[in-house]
Every structure is written in structure tokens, then in C-alpha cells.
């Protein structure tokens, strides 16, 4: 990520490598329920490409805020941004939880 985050800002600029990343590990978490086992490479490797795509979308809002915030206010304005992650953090494993629980109403399957 300490290569990759800073070619992607350089070349497509920073907005859109948060866009490219956000969209990539959405698709990449919306896919991980419907892989048929736990333990093969094929996840794994899912993992690995989701965590890439986290990388490059995890520093574009902190980037953007410090640069956008007025001077004497980027501290709150980071402060807020970084309780909605947090706040992000904790409640997406539990829908991701709760989507695999269900997921014989989106795929048809029954496990």
C-alpha cells in the first residue's frame, strides 16, 4: 500500500482512488458470503485483494478533510471523520454477519 496508494493518487488523483478503492472492496465484501468454503485459496486470496482496495480508499478521507477543513478547525473535522470510521468499523462485520446468515434470500441457496 505504501506504493501502490501514492501511484494511484499521482496518476488517476485522489478522489478517484477513493471511488476506485470504495467501489473494489465493496464488490470484494458483497462476494465473500457467497464463497462456498472457508478455507481455500480462492477466499484467501479474495481477502488479500480486499484488503489492497481498503488501502487504497482508508486514507483519501483523512487526506481530503485536512486539506478542505478550515486551518483552525482540522483537528475537530479529523476528529469527526475518524468517529465515523470507527463507528463504520464496528457495525460492518456485524451486516456482514448478518447478510451471511440470510443469504439463501439473495443467492437461493440453502446451506
Keep these: 500500500m505504501l506504493i501502490l496508494f501514492p501511484i494511484m493518487v499521482k ?20 462476494s465473500m458470503p457467497f464463497s ?6 480462492a477466499l484467501m486470496g479474495l481477502m488479500a485483494v480486499t484488503g489492497v482496495a481498503m488501502g487504497l480508499e482508508l486514507n483519501v478521507s483523512t487526506i481530503f478533510l485536512a486539506a478542505n477543513a478550515p486551518a483552525k478547525h482540522v483537528a475537530s ?10 463507528a463504520a468499523q464496528i457495525l460492518g462485520p456485524f ?17
Excluded: K, P, W
Design 11 to 30: 496518476h488517476r488523483g485522489l478522489l478517484q482512488t477513493g471511488v476506485f478503492g470504495s467501489m473494489a472492496f465493496g464488490a470484494f465484501i458483497f
Design 36 to 41: 462456498q468454503s472457508t478455507c481455500n485459496e
Design 77 to 86: 473535522t479529523l476528529a469527526v471523520g475518524q468517529s465515523f470510521d470507527a
Design 95 to 111: 451486516l456482514t454477519l448478518l447478510y451471511h446468515i440470510n443469504r439463501h434470500h439473495f443467492c437461493g441457496c440453502c446451506e
